[in-house]
């Protein structure tokens, strides 16, 4: 047959024939496993690799041992310590192949989002740390430039590979420097705008830059859109654009794409698609594939011809999310991530992420319930989620209302924008967001939303510290970013029943609103119903310790979830202190404060002043506190008492448990209490 010289043409049916069929490559040996190890699997390969460089002499063969070896040790690594998983399990062969060719730490590797970065770990010499990783002073869940020269850039937003990597090129290129830099970046994290506005400029800018787009047709969820639908018509189509010896694009019919049957949800765009409507070709990059992303040999022989071929190339591999583990492929949404597996487990399933059996509801289960609950009584409530439809606690309502639900893919920015031209035509749109990623749609909040006074609600997850995640993910600047916006109100809940409540009171709100609240579950305080209206900007005495006439009347005015750390540590400190009066104020509001109350307790005697939160402490609610005190505040101008801010320090928070990192910044009640005397004793 003959091959084809054009290797994107337009392809009739009948045209179809004369094009060659794609190369069979030898089938790769695999395994799949149905449990997860318990102990240290042998790994007699694997146990030799302790940097890429040891890669270099294997064999094809050996390498695939080496997938197998690697795959069951990251399983066993998982069960230890919990982590991401199955974006891990479907980059084996590709992170092998990857440090096999490239010469490393000279070449660079920039990963996005991080998720599938253990392989990578365990072949730069973190093999035996992996079990750390995520815990206290262990390895971080992404990669990090400080933690190994093999980490180019430090990740954990998504959508950032390709700008990274064109900078990397482009500052290469200008100290002539030839050095290969390699992008691999999933098809959901392709959905962030961020990802086309590098792609636009590594085409203007003509660089070398090779782009690996790992389509699994997953980000956390499923992925969705046009684009996702793109992606499906060139996989659909049974054809692939292959790359010859000499680098150059051939087309090829390879018609065993189609048994891949994950895709099934997307409908063919056209039985043999022209093949110009390549959207990666449309923008400028030599495009090349899709391929197999767990062949081996396949993906030996085109990346090592790929990385030779001049500017900007994209080679487009199709993998499995959680390959090689058959209850992640089965279910590639509940095994995204897993906890710890239990000593005694027998049945591995309950490592799979899923909703913890526990009294006290989680925070984003409160969302989704009030969300459920609203949309009952008012069809213009409208929600939008960027990517996160389970992690915001949003399956019900999407299941219940898929009129009204809108996932928008990573897309932040457009998130909150979309929002607010909702918001003009008379319904009442809701945008959950995690904390971090709100930072990312700053400006849209600003100038769409707040500028223009626009309706628009924010329920803001995963504020405050998050734990095994880390700095990437933490939400302590949201209330130093958020109060300083006019046209804003800022909530901030301290348990279960209050956030429903708030959530209630900013949606009835007619402006641009915010209810910020942490991850994970609350002090298990049982929602009451109907839902409530709080009155704005109105704290609560939580309780008073101490005779009305002590000589030292303590104030502690705390926020969010401080509150009961705030109650604890206030109980400790009478039963020691007795000639102290504490109370403790529930502020409830960051924006508007309560001055009112504020002003109230000064005048009653306060001698001292503390603010608690989950928060930096430079522009957050405490500044919001002193910025009263020192610039309105009459009482506090007459009584001077001592004002002291407890928060985070000016510093990113290191990953750990969430009770590890509060009493790593003295927010647990033992260092409240220890901050506390320490005040008190000066």
């Not at 230890?80 to 590797?109: K, Y």
């Not at 992303?293 to 030779?308: C, D, T, Y």
């Not at 309560?594 to 307790?601: A, G, Q, R, V, Y």
């Not at 609610?621 to 001077?640: D, H, K, T």
């Given at each position: 047959?003959?091959?084809?010289?054009?290797?994107?043409?337009?392809?009739?049916?009948?045209?179809?024939?004369?094009?060659?069929?794609?190369?069979?490559?030898?089938?790769?040996?695999?395994?799949?496993?149905?449990?997860?190890?318990?102990?240290r699997?042998?790994?007699?390969?694997?146990?030799?690799?302790?940097?890429?460089?040891d890669?270099?002499?294997?064999?094809?063969?050996q390498?695939?041992?080496?997938?197998d070896?690697?795959?069951?040790?990251?399983?066993?690594?998982?069960?230890?310590s919990?982590?991401?998983?199955?974006?891990n399990?479907?980059?084996?062969?590709?992170?092998?192949?990857?440090h096999?060719?490239?010469?490393?730490?000279?070449?660079?590797?920039?990963?996005?989002?991080?998720?599938?970065a253990?392989?990578?770990?365990?072949?730069?010499?973190?093999?035996?740390?992996?079990g750390?990783?995520?815990?206290?002073?262990?390895?971080?869940?992404?990669?990090?430039?400080?933690?190994?020269?093999?980490?180019t850039f430090?990740?954990?937003?998504?959508?950032?590979?390709?700008?990274?990597?064109?900078?990397m090129?482009?500052?290469?290129?200008?100290?002539?420097?030839?050095?290969?830099?390699?992008?691999?970046?999933?098809?959901?994290?392709?959905?962030?705008?961020?990802?086309?506005?590098?792609m636009?400029?590594?085409?203007?800018?003509?660089?070398?830059?090779l782009?690996?787009l790992?389509?699994?047709?997953?980000?956390i969820s499923?992925?969705?859109?046009?684009?996702?639908?793109?992606?499906?018509?060139?996989?659909?189509?049974?054809?692939?654009?292959?790359?010859?010896e000499?680098g150059?694009?051939?087309?090829?019919h390879r018609?065993?794409?189609?048994?891949?049957?994950?895709?099934?949800?997307h409908?063919?765009?056209?039985?043999?698609?022209?093949?110009?409507?390549?959207?990666?070709?449309?923008?400028?990059f030599t495009?090349?594939?899709?391929?197999?992303?767990?062949?081996?040999?396949?993906l030996?022989?085109?990346l090592?011809?790929a990385?030779?071929?001049?500017?900007?190339?994209?080679?487009?591999?199709?993998?499995?999310?959680?390959?090689?583990?058959?209850p992640?492929?089965?279910?590639?949404?509940?095994y995204?991530?897993?906890?710890?597996?239990?000593?005694?487990?027998?049945?591995?399933?309950?490592?799979k992420d899923?909703p913890?059996?526990?009294p006290?509801?989680?925070?984003?289960?409160?969302f989704?319930?009030?969300?459920?609950?609203?949309?009952e009584?008012?069809?213009?409530?409208?929600?939008?989620?960027?990517?996160?439809?389970e992690?915001?606690?949003?399956t019900?309502?999407?299941?219940h209302?898929?009129?009204?639900?809108?996932?928008v893919?990573?897309?932040?920015?457009?998130?909150?924008?979309?929002a607010?031209?909702?918001?003009?035509?008379?319904?009442?749109?809701?945008?959950?967001?995690?904390?971090?990623?709100?930072?990312?749609?700053?400006?849209?909040l600003?100038?769409?939303?707040?500028?223009?006074?626009?309706?628009?609600?924010?329920?803001?997850?995963r504020a405050?510290?998050?734990?095994?995640?880390?700095?990437?993910?933490?939400?302590?600047f949201?209330?130093?970013?958020?109060?300083?916006?006019?046209?804003m109100i800022v909530?901030?809940?301290?348990?279960?029943n209050?956030?429903?409540?708030?959530?209630?009171t900013?949606?009835e709100?007619?402006?641009?609103?915010?209810?910020r609240?942490?991850?994970?579950?609350?002090?298990g305080?049982?929602?009451?119903?109907?839902?409530?209206?709080?009155?704005?900007?109105q704290a609560?005495?939580?309780?008073?310790?101490?005779?009305?006439?002590?000589?030292i009347?303590?104030?502690?005015?705390?926020?969010?979830?401080?509150?009961a750390?705030?109650?604890?540590a206030?109980?400790?400190?009478?039963a020691?202190?007795?000639?102290?009066?504490?109370?403790?104020?529930?502020?409830?509001?960051?924006?508007?404060?309560?001055?009112e109350?504020?002003?109230?307790?000064?005048?009653?005697g306060?001698?001292?002043i503390?603010?608690?939160?989950?928060?930096v402490i430079?522009g957050?609610?405490g500044?919001?506190?002193?910025?009263?005190l020192?610039?309105?505040?009459v009482?506090?101008?007459?009584q001077?008492?001592?004002?002291?801010?407890?928060?985070?320090?000016?510093?990113?928070?290191?990953?750990?448990?969430?009770?590890?990192?509060?009493?790593?910044?003295g927010?647990?009640?033992?260092?409240?209490?220890?901050?506390?005397?320490g005040?008190?004793?000066?």
């Amino acid at each position: 047959m003959q091959q084809s010289t054009h290797p994107l043409q337009s392809q009739s049916a009948s045209a179809a024939h004369s094009i060659a069929d794609a190369p069979v490559y030898p089938s790769a040996l695999q395994q799949t496993y149905d449990t997860i190890p318990r102990t240290r699997p042998l790994t007699p390969l694997l146990d030799t690799i302790d940097a890429p460089a040891d890669l270099n002499d294997l064999s094809c063969e050996q390498l695939i041992t080496l997938a197998d070896e690697l795959r069951l040790f990251v399983l066993y690594s998982a069960g230890q310590s919990g982590g991401h998983f199955g974006a891990n399990l479907g980059v084996i062969e590709l992170t092998i192949a990857l440090h096999h060719l490239l010469d490393m730490p000279q070449d660079q590797i920039v990963w996005d989002v991080g998720h599938q970065a253990y392989a990578h770990k365990v072949l730069t010499g973190r093999r035996d740390k992996l079990g750390s990783i995520r815990a206290k002073d262990g390895l971080t869940a992404f990669p990090e430039r400080g933690e190994s020269v093999y980490d180019t850039f430090g990740v954990g937003h998504s959508s950032t590979s390709i700008s990274a990597g064109l900078g990397m090129s482009l500052a290469l290129r200008y100290q002539g420097r030839a050095q290969t830099v390699a992008c691999v970046i999933g098809d959901g994290a392709m959905t962030g705008g961020m990802a086309f506005e590098a792609m636009n400029d590594a085409v203007q800018q003509n660089a070398n830059l090779l782009v690996i787009l790992n389509d699994n047709d997953m980000s956390i969820s499923c992925s969705i859109g046009g684009f996702s639908r793109h992606l499906a018509m060139l996989w659909e189509s049974g054809y692939q654009v292959d790359i010859a010896e000499t680098g150059e694009p051939v087309l090829r019919h390879r018609p065993n794409m189609r048994d891949f049957d994950r895709r099934k949800r997307h409908k063919a765009m056209r039985d043999v698609p022209n093949l110009e409507d390549n959207l990666f070709k449309a923008i400028g990059f030599t495009y090349f594939g899709p391929f197999d992303g767990h062949n081996m040999p396949e993906l030996l022989q085109v990346l090592s011809r790929a990385k030779q071929v001049k500017g900007p190339v994209l080679v487009h591999i199709y993998t499995t999310k959680g390959r090689g583990f058959a209850p992640a492929e089965a279910d590639p949404v509940g095994y995204h991530a897993i906890s710890k597996l239990a000593g005694d487990t027998p049945n591995n399933d309950v490592a799979k992420d899923s909703p913890a059996k526990a009294p006290a509801l989680k925070f984003s289960q409160v969302f989704g319930q009030f969300l459920c609950d609203k949309a009952e009584q008012d069809d213009k409530l409208l929600a939008i989620t960027p990517a996160m439809e389970e992690g915001s606690g949003m399956t019900l309502f999407a299941r219940h209302y898929p009129e009204r639900f809108f996932d928008v893919a990573i897309a932040e920015q457009h998130a909150v924008t979309l929002a607010g031209g909702m918001a003009t035509q008379g319904v009442k749109p809701i945008v959950a967001i995690y904390s971090t990623f709100l930072q990312r749609g700053y400006d849209q909040l600003i100038h769409d939303i707040a500028l223009q006074d626009l309706d628009v609600m924010f329920a803001i997850d995963r504020a405050g510290l998050v734990g095994e995640d880390g700095a990437t993910h933490a939400g302590i600047f949201d209330l130093a970013f958020m109060r300083c916006v006019p046209n804003m109100i800022v909530a901030a809940p301290k348990d279960e029943n209050e956030c429903y409540h708030l959530l209630n009171t900013c949606y009835e709100y007619q402006g641009c609103s915010a209810v910020r609240y942490p991850r994970g579950t609350g002090t298990g305080a049982l929602i009451v119903k109907p839902a409530e209206q709080y009155k704005i900007g109105q704290a609560v005495i939580e309780s008073v310790l101490g005779s009305s006439e002590a000589q030292i009347k303590l104030i502690l005015l705390a926020f969010g979830t401080r509150v009961a750390t705030a109650e604890q540590a206030a109980k400790v400190l009478s039963a020691e202190q007795a000639d102290c009066q504490i109370q403790v104020v529930n502020m409830r509001w960051v924006k508007p404060l309560d001055s009112e109350m504020i002003e109230s307790l000064i005048e009653q005697g306060a001698t001292h002043i503390v603010t608690l939160e989950e928060h930096v402490i430079m522009g957050g609610a405490g500044s919001a506190v002193n910025e009263y005190l020192l610039n309105e505040s009459v009482a506090y101008q007459r009584q001077r008492p001592v004002v002291l801010n407890i928060g985070i320090a000016d510093q990113f928070a290191a990953h750990g448990s969430q009770a590890e990192q509060l009493a790593d910044c003295g927010l647990d009640v033992t260092g409240v209490t220890s901050q506390l005397k320490g005040l008190l004793s000066s």
